[in-house]
Nanobody
Framework: QVQLVESGGGLVQPGGSLRLSCTTS????????IGWFRQAPGKEREGVLC????????YYTDSVKGRFTISRDNAGKTVYLQMGSLKAEDTAVYYC???????????????WGQGTQVTVSS
């Protein structure tokens, strides 16, 4: 079955960096877009970034432009979210997801990982 597993979260100081990984199984990852989403305490889940099967990226929020990037390793069936210049407001549970579509979209996705906590604090 379709599975996505996030890793790499943790506690980081403001201005620091983290790289999150989304390891997939149960489907042909290179044929589909994979997105990263996040949910902060008391807030609704929001889209962060997505990468299409063709490698094009889509930002769902302007707040991470210039600080976050997304990449994919099809052979390793993994998508990465590189986060830099982290701010307290980036604190959230980060999820990767796919809707088994080749292009990115911000609608509800069918398949989600369990999430990984990112806490930005001094």
């Amino acid at each position: 079955q379709v599975q996505l597993v996030e890793s790499g979260g943790g506690l980081v100081q403001p201005g620091g960096s983290l790289r999150l990984s989304c390891t997939t199984s149960g489907f042909t990852m290179d044929a589909y877009a994979i997105g990263w989403f996040r949910q902060a305490p008391g807030k609704e889940r929001e889209g962060v970034l997505c990468i299409s099967r063709f490698g094009s990226t889509k930002y769902y929020t302007d707040s991470v432009k210039g600080r976050f990037t997304i990449s994919r390793d099809n052979a390793g069936k993994t998508v990465y979210l590189q986060m830099g210049s982290l701010k307290a407001e980036d604190t959230a549970v980060y999820y990767c997801a796919t809707d088994l579509q080749p292009l990115c979209h911000g609608n509800i996705h069918a398949y989600w990982g369990q999430g990984t906590q990112v806490t930005v604090s001094s």
